[in-house]
């Protein structure tokens, strides 16, 4: 993409109490996956085990795509060109440190012109903060 940035945005680095086992069998299924997206801003949510779409507020439509799957490790997901108008990546990382705490990270790397990433920068970086607080608190 001509003037294209790639730029990582990175939240902390959280913890959980439950298994890598669990949080991977979790967020690695779509139809699970609405539950770390903020309640507010979602709606139209539609899954497969694989895909999703969904209306973001105020962006529209979009959707995500499993491209990579390490299991107990890594879930990689792209834009839906087929919903997006907006190409970015979404890595969860995740790393055991015993049976019961499990540290999680989330990148994302919107794919967009410069002139973009100011606009997006905050609201990217609001996500991945609150992905990590949901998996932190959540029951799995």
């Not at 694989?50 to 299991?71: A, H, Q, W, Y």
């Not at 190409?87 to 705490?101: H, M, T």
């Amino acid at each position: 993409m001509e003037g294209s940035l790639n730029m990582k945005i990175e939240s902390k680095i959280g913890k959980s109490n439950s298994s890598d086992v669990k949080i991977y069998d979790f967020i690695s299924n779509f139809h699970n996956f609405k539950e770390l997206l903020p309640a507010d801003k979602v709606s139209g949510w539609e899954a497969s085990e694989d895909k999703c779409s969904f209306n973001v507020d105020p962006l529209g439509r979009t959707g995500l795509m499993i491209v990579e799957k390490e299991p107990h490790k890594l879930l990689k997901m792209a834009s839906n060109p087929e919903f997006s108008s907006y190409q970015f990546n979404i890595w969860i990382q995740l790393k055991k440190v015993a049976d019961s705490d499990t540290r999680v990270k989330v990148t994302i790397e919107p794919l967009v012109n410069k002139m973009l990433l100011p606009m997006l920068k905050i609201p990217l970086q609001k996500l991945a903060d609150g992905i990590i607080k949901k998996v932190e608190g959540f029951d799995f």
